[in-house]
């Protein structure tokens, strides 16, 4: 993974001395990672979440480039997307649930006057609190959202299952009791705290270039 120089090198030696405390995490521990950031336009952020889901990451950014196309390839304000006709939203390759979720998004980004600001003073709770009120956006999607465009160091997916089957494999979990799995996940993620976000990333790394069996 590329070291990247936007990532102070304290911020780096502490969340590599942090995790690397978990000897078995250590072992898929080879670089820095690029650093997060924090991104503008989150509404525009959490509908492309929305659209993306479920779907590989090419499918994904053909449909966000169609969708930017219906604005001349302009990012769209929240109106301009309520004020989208679903039929020109399915158009483009989403299905009927996809495009309500979006447009239940772009209502509820009007009505709440949401900004960047406001959710960048809230805490990560606060922000899934706040933002699973809208129909169609789960927890998850909320946790990428803190993750990769608000740029939050402590945020542990339990529910994505890349995370489980990498941790499946690294710390040999049994699965049969689903209660008894998922604790095992919040044990062993809350030694990671606070740079639970890092220890994702490298899971999710380290899957990607294992071979599936």
């Given at each position: 993974?590329?070291?990247?120089?936007?990532?102070?090198?304290?911020?780096?030696?502490?969340?590599?001395?942090?995790?690397?405390?978990?000897?078995?995490?250590?072992?898929?521990i080879q670089e820095p990672l690029t650093a997060?950031?924090?991104?503008?336009?989150?509404?525009?952020?959490?509908?492309?979440?929305?659209?993306?889901?479920?779907?590989?990451?090419?499918?994904?950014?053909?449909?966000?480039?169609?969708?930017?196309?219906?604005?001349?390839?302009?990012?769209?304000?929240?109106?301009q997307v309520l004020d989208t006709p679903a039929?020109?939203?399915?158009?483009?390759?989403?299905?009927?649930?996809?495009?309500?979720?979006?447009?239940?998004?772009?209502?509820?980004?009007?009505?709440?006057?949401?900004?960047?600001?406001?959710?960048?003073?809230?805490?990560?709770?606060?922000?899934?609190?706040?933002?699973?009120?809208?129909?169609?956006?789960?927890?998850?999607?909320?946790?990428?959202?803190?993750?990769?465009?608000?740029?939050?160091e402590d945020v542990f997916a339990i529910d994505?299952?890349?995370?489980?089957?990498?941790?499946?494999?690294?710390?040999?979990?049994?699965?049969?009791?689903?209660?008894?799995?998922?604790?095992?996940?919040?044990?062993?993620?809350?030694?990671?705290?606070?740079?639970?976000?890092?220890?994702?990333?490298?899971?999710?790394?380290?899957?990607?270039?294992?071979?599936?069996?």
């Amino acid at each position: 993974m590329p070291k990247s120089s936007g990532t102070p090198v304290a911020t780096q030696d502490a969340y590599l001395s942090h995790l690397s405390r978990d000897k078995k995490l250590q072992l898929i521990i080879q670089e820095p990672l690029t650093a997060l950031t924090i991104r503008k336009n989150i509404c525009l952020r959490l509908i492309c979440s929305i659209m993306s889901q479920q779907l590989s990451t090419k499918v994904a950014d053909v449909i966000y480039n169609r969708f930017l196309q219906l604005y001349n390839g302009k990012e769209p304000t929240p109106q301009q997307v309520l004020d989208t006709p679903a039929t020109t939203l399915r158009s483009i390759g989403l299905s009927n649930a996809k495009v309500s979720y979006v447009h239940n998004v772009a209502a509820f980004v009007i009505a709440e006057k949401l900004t960047d600001s406001k959710l960048k003073k809230m805490d990560d709770e606060a922000v899934i609190a706040y933002l699973t009120q809208i129909k169609g956006v789960g927890r998850w999607t909320v946790e990428m959202l803190l993750m990769f465009y608000l740029g939050r160091e402590d945020v542990f997916a339990i529910d994505d299952l890349g995370l489980q089957q990498a941790m499946i494999k690294i710390y040999r979990l049994k699965t049969e009791d689903k209660k008894a799995f998922r604790e095992q996940l919040r044990k062993i993620s809350a030694k990671w705290s606070p740079y639970r976000t890092h220890a994702c990333r490298y899971l999710w790394a380290w899957k990607d270039m294992t071979p599936t069996k």
